[in-house]
């Protein structure tokens, strides 16, 4: 069974830095790429960042270039959303998700697995 946990979500002034991590179980960073969506309210989901399943490419969406970064550890079947320099706009909840790929945006793929979200709040 595919599991995905978040956690590292909270409150930040802009300007601050979160770590978002994701815990996953079922599957290897093998089998499917490895990212995080977003959703702000009143908001369409947003694909934020992924992990390459095939060459560990990694790939953002244009609104967090530079500022975020992702990253795995295979050994503990986890990935990493390092967030730097975070605006409000960036609120929203944030989901891991498993099958992820990159066709001129981030998308999940069809046998997409996701967690449970966590919250990023970010005040002005």
């Known amino acids: 069974e595919v599991q995905l946990v978040e956690s590292g979500g909270g409150l930040v002034q802009a300007g601050g830095s979160l770590r978002l991590s994701c815990a996953a179980s079922?599957?290897?960073?093998?089998?499917?790429?490895v990212g995080w969506f977003r959703q702000a309210p009143g908001k369409e989901r947003e694909g934020v960042s992924c992990?390459?399943?095939?060459?560990?490419?990694?790939y953002y969406a244009d609104s967090v270039k530079g500022r975020f970064t992702i990253s795995s550890d295979n050994a503990k079947n986890t990935v990493y959303l390092q967030m730097n320099s975070l605006k409000p706009e960036d609120t929203a909840v944030y989901y891991c998700?498993?099958?992820?790929?990159?066709?001129?945006?981030?998308?999940?793929?069809?046998?997409?697995?996701w967690g449970q979200g966590t919250q990023v709040t970010v005040s002005s």
């Open positions: 992990v390459s399943s095939s060459d560990g490419s990694t």
């Open positions: 998700v498993a099958d992820c790929f990159f066709l001129d945006t981030i998308v999940a793929g069809t046998d997409d697995y």
């Open positions: 079922g599957f290897t960073f093998d089998d499917y790429g």
